[in-house]
């Protein structure tokens, strides 16, 4: 009896055992987040020059924490060889990715090979390799990426990607690396760019990047020739400017998603789309135009979007950035990186009920404008005038207001009661709510 006892024990041991064993916890690989991105390259240059930045609420901020705010959480930098002023060198990216990396954002450095812009029409050698031979660029290349990357070292940075090239559509460091002539000698330079990034610490994912993701063609015949000789990449980037290609966003989205797929079928490689941007100026479209960028990303198993200088506005001429040039905050365009889809800029529940200017030119000896608004409900407001650059002149109105018609005139002057000149000026009419424009024309 004890002997049976004690087999049974045995017995119920071993099967509690295997059930522990069968049905233990298993760990799961935690999936990587997905990249809500910005190039930012800009910014150093228009802090400098005395530029602002505003969130939702009308609050000057860094601009880094706005965009935080508005879900962004990886910020990519471009690197120049020897640029002619001080912005995009080492030194001004050292500092940037220095502030970006201290408030957790995940960093890409977009390597262009050159002292200039480098694009699919423009790949010009630094000035300093311009006489170098194919075995002298690719030690040029190795050396110059080593560099960097271990300056972003010494200051506790490492970033997250690195890309060798912008847009190599048709290769880089021309003429010696141009792909469609020399694919070998570009593939040298990419695996040069690669060794040197995985020198420095082999968690860096390397990119190599391409424009005009609707073009599928262009990425087989590209990566193709990269692979058949001895190219390495861990990521194929692209940009989708909807803009650039004369596409409608939702086909060009869509091309952009194919491209993606067939890569990482073909090459067992992982994707992103390092460039985007839409018109500033229409911010919904550019809304719906990113939400379902992101969305048919993440649908493929992309790893993330970066939208190109979002925090541009009156400037260099650029049209296709995020922030509003009057108001100083961003567009509801980067509300779509909150995974929010925006109806219109004014809900029909706002605040405003009518806003309209009534101007008694040509009279040349009255330059007046009346302002009239109703309110559905007690607001606070600012009425503010804004000339055609942007830069704020006159508060006519800051402070509550009650329900109800209200009257307001602005006599073309600025703050200190200064005429202000014949021209066109911009009238703003905030609420907690929203915002509207209207366009005043001043003539004296």
């Not at 690195?162 to 694919?183: C, F």
């Not at 009425?383 to 055609?388: A, G, K, P, T």
Request: aromatic share 12%; proline share 3%; with cysteine.
């Amino acid at each position: 009896m004890e002997n049976f006892k004690f087999l049974q024990l045995i017995k119920h041991l071993c099967a509690s055992l295997i059930f522990l064993f069968l049905f233990q916890p298993q760990a799961v690989k935690a999936q990587e987040q997905f990249a809500n991105g910005a190039d930012i390259g800009w910014l150093s240059e228009m802090e400098d020059r005395g530029y602002i930045f505003k969130n939702d609420s009308g609050i000057t901020k860094n601009c880094m924490e706005i965009l935080k705010e508005k879900g962004i959480n990886a910020l990519r930098f471009r690197v120049w060889v020897n640029p002619s002023n001080k912005y995009c060198s080492k030194q001004d990216v050292a500092y940037m990715t220095h502030r970006a990396d201290s408030m957790g954002f995940k960093i890409m450095i977009n390597f262009h090979l050159s002292d200039w812009w480098a694009d699919p029409g423009h790949q010009n050698k630094p000035a300093a390799w311009a006489t170098h031979t194919i075995t002298e660029l690719n030690t040029d290349v190795y050396n110059h990426v080593y560099d960097v990357l271990d300056t972003l070292k010494s200051l506790g940075v490492t970033p997250k990607w690195v890309q060798i090239g912008n847009e190599t559509n048709d290769g880089m460091l021309w003429e010696d690396g141009r792909a469609s002539t020399h694919m070998n000698n570009f593939a040298g330079m990419i695996k040069s760019g690669y060794n040197a990034v995985k020198a420095i610490d082999t968690t860096i994912q390397v990119i190599v990047q391409l424009s005009n993701g609707h073009d599928n063609e262009m990425f087989r015949w590209m990566f193709q020739g990269l692979k058949d000789n001895g190219a390495k990449w861990d990521i194929i980037g692209m940009s989708v400017y909807p803009y650039w290609a004369g596409l409608p966003w939702a086909e060009d989205n869509n091309l952009a998603m194919l491209t993606m797929q067939d890569m990482i079928t073909r090459y067992n490689t992982k994707v992103m789309v390092c460039e985007a941007g839409y018109l500033y100026n229409q911010p919904v479209e550019a809304n719906h135009y990113l939400l379902d960028l992101i969305e048919k990303t993440k649908s493929i198993g992309g790893l993330g979007v970066f939208y190109w200088e979002p925090e541009s506005y009156n400037w260099q001429g650029y049209q296709l950035g995020a922030w509003d040039p009057v108001t100083k905050e961003p567009t509801v365009a980067l509300d779509a990186f909150l995974g929010i889809y925006v109806t219109s800029v004014s809900q029909e529940e706002n605040v405003i009920s009518d806003f309209e200017l009534y101007q008694n030119y040509p009279n040349p000896f009255n330059p007046v404008t009346n302002i009239k608004y109703e309110l559905r409900h007690q607001s606070h407001i600012k009425l503010i005038v804004y000339n055609s650059i942007g830069e704020e002149v006159n508060i006519l109105v800051d402070g509550v207001k009650n329900a109800g018609e209200h009257l307001t005139e602005w006599n073309g002057r600025d703050s200190d009661n200064h005429i202000l000149p014949s021209g066109v000026y911009l009238i703003r009419f905030i609420t907690d709510e929203n915002t509207s424009t209207k366009k005043a024309v001043l003539l004296k």
